[in-house]
């Protein structure tokens, strides 16, 4: 069994240098008996955009909110970047985007998105060049001192993806953050999250139970049982980045929403 507590078992040159999020036979095992996970192995490498599909229930958020060190395993070993996922996260490596805003309903826009910042000790002369710089990314900028309620729920959105990429984060960690959202929302939020990941070159780990959302974002999808949630099997998605709105007619699209659906049936 593998020590959740301990990294010295695994021989960092011996992996691949560009591994940026290693599990091996994690393991999850509530108070109450529950096994919410059970051998779980899942290796992403800089750059990925993966996402976990599985049905309701099946510890798809559980593990993710292992990777964001905000869970621990009852088996098995987690690291980011070499390090445990803990430590990762307080050095504002690794950011995580709930499925909803969680944004602080008294501060405008751009003091949400500064929180980060703030709670890093960071000094506030440096602030305003790095927040510009991701409202205008996210589009917000001519919204930064309103506040969450006079906002629609994919501005909201914006702002607290924006808050979760103001750190520059190596790692980006989503929870059915578009799940709320009308179609037509979704989709450009889709857009620009693609377009955001590859200017700032985040690593995206992303839970969705859209298939057709999984697709158009990933270069891979793992696709997890029903508790115990367990891999069983991998869908590739191979076409090139960036996308648009004319890959989901395409013919790729198709046989990678196939092949999805088709995994989550058996």
Request: hydrophobic fraction near 45%; glycine fraction near 8%; include cysteine.
């Amino acid at each position: 069994m593998i020590s959740a507590d301990s990294i010295r078992d695994i021989e960092p040159q011996k992996l691949d240098a560009r591994l940026l999020v290693h599990v091996r036979e994690v393991n999850k095992r509530y108070g109450n008996g529950t096994l919410a996970l059970e051998g779980i192995n899942l290796e992403v490498r800089e750059g990925e955009f993966i996402s976990l599909v599985g049905p309701s229930g099946c510890g798809k958020s559980t593990l993710l909110r292992i990777i964001a060190g905000l869970g621990d395993v009852s088996d098995g070993l987690v690291t980011v970047n070499g390090a445990a996922p803990t430590s990762v996260r307080a050095r504002a490596s690794t950011a995580f985007v709930f499925q909803e805003a969680t944004l602080l309903p008294w501060r405008p826009v751009r003091a949400n998105v500064e929180l980060p910042l703030e709670l890093q000790g960071v000094s506030k002369a440096n602030w305003k060049p790095v927040v510009d710089e991701i409202l205008e990314l996210v589009g917000l900028s001519k919204f930064d001192k309103a506040y969450p309620r006079e906002l629609s729920g994919g501005m909201r959105m914006r702002v607290s993806i924006a808050r979760a990429l103001v750190t520059k984060p190596k790692l980006l960690l989503m929870d059915e953050p578009f799940g709320a959202l009308d179609e037509i929302t979704r989709q450009r939020l889709n857009s620009d999250l693609l377009r955001l990941k590859e200017i700032l070159g985040a690593t995206v780990i992303f839970v969705t139970h859209n298939v057709f959302e999984a697709v158009f974002l990933s270069s891979r999808i793992a696709i997890m049982s029903a508790r115990p949630g367990r891999f069983v099997r991998e869908v590739a998605v191979n076409a090139p980045y960036p996308r648009d709105a004319t890959f989901r007619g395409s013919p790729e699209f198709g046989q990678a929403v196939m092949e999805t659906v088709q995994s989550l049936e058996h």
